[in-house]
DNA sequence: CTAATTATGGTTTTTATTACTATAATTAGG
DNA sequence: CCTAATTATAGTAATAAAAACCATAATTAG
């Protein structure tokens, strides 16, 4: 197999030999509670070191015969049971001395970190708790030191939040299937601050775009007149895919 | 050392074993030939197995003590001398498959693919012809079939570009630094297809933004008025920065 | 029963986009 | 050297969107 021996001859050449790595998948999982108006992450107690006892990301590494997609879609349900989701890749941090366990200096194993961004309702998601018990959502304003780069990782995958938030429809995965315009007028405050249009014109523009279906149904939530319940009609709102900024 | 003690003790246990990964870096280069009005990407002509002598984004392994980004400026230098450059990681595959150097079903090294876009401005960039000779300038309508999944990983980088183009100044990475409001505007006809703004509309638009400077250098190109050269001034630009749409 | 609160449905003013027109400065060709 | 074709530039008018603002409806709190 030509491929092998040329891979073999490179280490005995001039310039340095190659890496070997293992791989891993971490989890950037937004959730948004509308009661009480704050943007969560979903963090886990880590379990071994290194970094034991620390609060992380939920990841793993990538086994054998498993794709990338697969490994963040199998820790999300390890974790979680979710019935809606929505996954896409972040960004790859894969920079030397990441991670402790790669020997300074020497030729062991490097650790590279593929990461992932995932959206869940937070109402519909039940998290699982082993018998150790370290899963939680934290609010934004409070996540606590994490381990390795994750500090990195969420904040790149914040940002990717709040640039999906203006030219995508990813809202609607977070907020519960039926909602009221005032919810998800305060997702957009919450995630995005109070930097655009006000609630009236926000409503009028988003209601002329007719992909907000009006079930008709009224919830009162403390005082003040009922609201009604919409639901995203995803249909409706293809023709808009590729428009750019139709949230905005 | 627990963390390793950890790994081993992995393997053992009921689910598969972690794989292990080589990881390479491949580049999507583009350019702009102003000239001919070709959207130009950079392909290598492979000179091992696998892929012998097919053509190929310009990659290589990532070595030890060797960051992504550093690996992807190296095979930059190697491939090309350029004064300008723009660089940001594009997405990563991994799947397993993706490279026929994986013995299927066994517990062998994968290969993982960190790909990165990069843009160039035509003129200046000096491709460097190894012995063999095998780089070259692709127009994107005349791309041959490439090694690995090359192709996909070109679509995916395309796509980008065709994004960044319509929110970020990356026109001015690829043009040259003076250039006419009809190399722009050609820019962005041979990349986005014809469906935007006329000429002149597109031109009054951009002026009013500001950041496009009149050096008052006139040049003639073949029949009809003489053109101003302009220049991008990015200072005058960065309040745009996080604005979105600007350039469409 | 009244005031406070929240939702809703507008109008008006301002600003941006689009379509279109006119003119300037050059080259190509007789 | 003159005229037509060509390309660049500068604008205006019509249209559409965005932002600011206002009035009213339906509920709860007290």
């Not at 039926?178 to 957009?188: A, E, G, K, R, V």
């Not at 014109?201 to 988003?206: T, V």
Request: aromatic content about 12%.
């Amino acid at each position: 197999m030509p491929g092998r021996a040329q891979r073999k001859a490179t280490k005995s050449l001039s310039h340095p030999p190659l890496a070997d790595f293992k791989v891993g998948v971490d989890n950037v999982i937004f959730s948004v509670d509308t009661d009480q108006n704050r943007l969560l992450v979903l963090l886990v107690m880590r379990q071994e070191e290194p970094f034991f006892g620390q609060w992380s990301l939920p990841g793993t590494l990538v086994r054998h015969g498993e794709s990338l997609e697969d490994a963040a879609y199998r820790i999300l349900a390890e974790k979680i049971r979710a019935r809606n989701l929505y996954l896409e890749q972040l960004y790859t941090f894969g920079g030397p001395d990441r991670d402790p366990r790669e020997a300074p200096d020497s030729y062991g194993d490097r650790y590279l970190s593929v990461s992932y961004f995932a959206l869940v309702r937070y109402a519909e998601a039940e998290l699982i708790a082993d018998r150790v018990s370290g899963i939680a959502w934290y609010s934004l304003e409070q996540v606590p030191d994490l381990a390795f780069d994750h500090k990195q990782i969420l904040e790149y995958g914040h940002r990717r939040l709040r640039n999906k938030l203006e030219y995508s429809p990813v809202a609607f995965e977070v907020l519960p299937e039926l909602f009221t315009l005032s919810d998800l007028y305060q997702l957009y405050t919450t995630v995005l601050g109070e930097n655009f249009s006000d609630y009236s014109n926000f409503r009028s523009r988003l209601l002329k775009l007719g992909f907000l279906e009006d079930t008709g149904v009224k919830v009162s939530r403390g005082a003040g007149r009922p609201a009604s319940l919409y639901r995203f009609d995803a249909e409706a709102f293809a023709p808009y895919k590729d428009k750019p900024m139709v949230f905005i």
